[in-house]
């Protein structure tokens, strides 16, 4: 029963930090909120307990990593392809090597394989908390495009390199030709599971569609449990359950823009998912801040046991931490730009952006968040033999106040390296959306002008127009005459017209992302307005929603 309402309590505080971010406004990032709020109920409640690292990693990570390759521009993507796989691999590589030997150095009671670990847990960006640190400030979209690339695909790189990391510390040693195995079949295993699942999945779904019809409820509960399955297996087979979750989402991406399923499914669950991700994103800031006081008190144990017996060394070695990071991130990011510009000639950032500012965002904007609290979190609480993890608690609560640093410096930086920056919108982008556009509306009129010729064979018959603009009238005059009954009866012929229309320009859009004219994002996002459209019409009393 605690437990029950603890999870209550949690998400009565996820309402709770969204009203009083409203209330701030920009002045505040939400996930800075939410720590401190959490850091209250740790406080004020004694409902918490313990988190299990296996299950912490097995809640929270798979759908919010399915969610965030279901939604990402693949198009953008393939044009950023060498700069995000850059950043995403070689950073992360870079990052646990360079940040480890100097966290060793810097702490000598933190063994070499656990500075490692720890490396590896801050390694990885986290787009959503920089998103909602930005949730008011007009970040370049060729800057976006870099930073949701690049923490779509850090996240598995780094938790690869935390899983070597913490077998080392397990074992003592980590074979080299054992470990590049491992990485290759992490990722091409991880990768491949998680596209092969989707698909059958899909398959298996469209099969049971065609024969017994199509439950929304039902529907949405399956895309709930993909990232599961997809996750679960791939840590079965031992390869990357992280790769398998992003490459799921990707791959549901692609089968659903086919346009196959109802409109009113695709509706409710975009809005499922949208609040999904919002809750677990804002449960797990609200579990690092009630996580704080224990994890600060054990941190200053192993301080003490260090020699060192003063708190300000926490301090210190956070300062040096963050500094180390963001030294690391300029000095690559800067590079990455020299030897990789990004595809398209950075839309969205205007030519007059001076580059160190570019660079200073990506710096700041790459905050640390969701994935680096859940490994950090994840790291055993005991060895193989029942030892306790060394310095396990030094671990997590480095790792924790990166997270609330990182925050804190983009929510001052950010505003600042942006200020006076006129963003316009990509020419590009809106010529494709205007013309996908045009085409699909098209095809709609096609279709109405189709269906009026074979409606019937009377010379005198009236136009699309007019039969629409008439049958209102019809309407409006029965209402006038007979109440709020009136104008049902010639309901069902305009609402038939009416989905003729809709589902031509939905055939228009698959076909335009199927012969690769405009990309996926784009079509989702025009499906979504002729879904909106269609759920919209009304139903005359005694007709299903058919």
């Known amino acids: 029963m605690t437990d029950i309402r603890y999870i209550l309590v949690l998400l009565a505080g996820v309402v709770l930090t969204n009203w009083m971010g409203r209330v701030l406004g920009d002045r505040v990032a939400l996930p800075l909120i939410q720590v401190a709020v959490g850091a209250a109920i740790g406080s004020v409640t004694s409902l918490g307990a313990p988190l299990k690292p296996d299950q912490f990693f097995l809640i929270f990570l798979p759908p919010l990593l399915f969610f965030d390759g279901w939604r990402v521009s693949k198009t953008d993507l393939a044009a950023n392809a060498p700069l995000i796989l850059s950043m995403a691999l070689g950073l992360v590589v870079v990052t646990v090597g360079c940040v480890g030997l100097m966290l060793h150095w810097l702490i000598p009671v933190m063994p070499l394989a656990v500075c490692f670990a720890l490396a590896a847990v801050l390694s990885p960006t986290d787009v959503v908390a920089a998103g909602a640190v930005a949730r008011h400030i007009p970040i370049p979209r060729g800057v976006l495009r870099l930073l949701e690339g690049e923490a779509l695909f850090n996240d598995a790189a780094a938790l690869i390199c935390l899983r070597l990391a913490i077998a080392a510390v397990v074992t003592g040693t980590v074979p080299v030709l054992d470990s590049l195995a491992a990485f290759v079949w992490a990722a091409g295993g991880g990768i491949a599971i998680g596209i092969a699942f989707s698909w059958m999945v899909a398959t298996a779904k469209a099969f049971m569609v065609r024969r017994v019809g199509e439950d929304t409820s039902g529907q949405i509960l399956i895309s709930l449990l993909i990232p599961y399955g997809a996750y679960l297996l791939a840590e079965a087979a031992g390869s990357s359950a992280v790769l398998a979750a992003v490459a799921a989402g990707m791959m549901m991406s692609r089968i659903e823009v086919s346009g196959r399923a109802l409109p009113l499914t695709r509706l409710r669950r975009g809005a499922v998912w949208e609040t999904l991700q919002f809750t677990l994103n804002g449960v797990m800031f609200l579990l690092l801040g009630e996580q704080m006081p224990g994890i600060l008190s054990g941190a200053a144990r192993s301080i003490a046991e260090g020699g060192h017996h003063a708190v300000g060394w926490l301090g210190l070695y956070v300062a040096a931490t963050v500094l180390a990071l963001a030294a690391l991130r300029f000095a690559w990011v800067l590079a990455a ?180 004219r405009i990309p996926i994002d784009l079509a989702h996002k025009l499906l979504r307005e002729t879904d909106a459209e269609e759920v919209a019409l009304p139903v005359a009393p005694g007709m299903g929603e058919g």
């Open 337 to 516: 730009l020299c030897c990789w510009p990004a595809g398209r000639g950075q839309s969205g950032a205007p030519r007059a952006f001076p580059r160190w500012r570019l660079v200073a965002v990506m710096a700041f904007g790459g905050v640390r968040g969701a994935v680096t609290l859940a490994a950090a979190l994840s790291l055993p609480l005991v060895l193989t033999g029942g030892m306790p993890f060394p310095a396990r608690d030094l671990a997590v609560f480095i790792a924790a106040a990166v997270i609330l640093v990182s925050l804190a410096l983009a929510n001052v930086a950010l505003p600042i390296l942006l200020r006076g920056i006129d963003l316009p919108l990509d020419p590009a982008d809106a010529a494709q959306e205007r013309e996908a556009r045009a085409e699909a509306l098209q095809a709609a009129l096609d279709a109405l002008a189709e269906a009026a010729e074979a409606q019937t064979a009377d010379a005198d018959a009236p136009t699309v127009a007019a039969i629409v603009a008439d049958h209102y009238r019809h309407r409006l005059d029965q209402l006038q005459a007979e109440g709020v009954d009136g104008g049902t009866a010639a309901w069902p012929e305009e609402r038939r017209m009416h989905l003729l229309a809709i589902q031509a320009e939905r055939r228009s859009i698959v076909s335009l992302v199927q012969r690769r």
